[in-house]
């Protein structure tokens, strides 16, 4: 694993699919994986995400613990 990619989500699914969408079109030369920290979106981000990208690692904060304390959550559980 050269890469790894910590998507923040907060309520914005649309966006976080465009993101992921993008870093599959646009990443080729490396191996990565994409990581989504949600910050308690109680929509439906998570099941828009593992239906069109089951590679993607979702992790669920389940509590808005802001952008900086979700970013170290993913680079925790991180390969890359």
Known sequence: MDLSII?????????VLDCIRSIYTQTSSVS????VVDNDSRDESESM??????DVTW???GYNSGFARAN?????ISHG
Request: charged share 15%; hydrophobic share 50%.
């Open 59 to 61: 992790l669920q904060m």
């Open 7 to 15: 998507v923040v989500n907060y309520k914005s699914p649309a966006l």
């Open 72 to 76: 170290n959550a993913g680079v925790e």
């Open 32 to 35: 990565f994986e994409i990581i």
């Open 49 to 54: 995400v593992k239906s069109l990208f089951p």
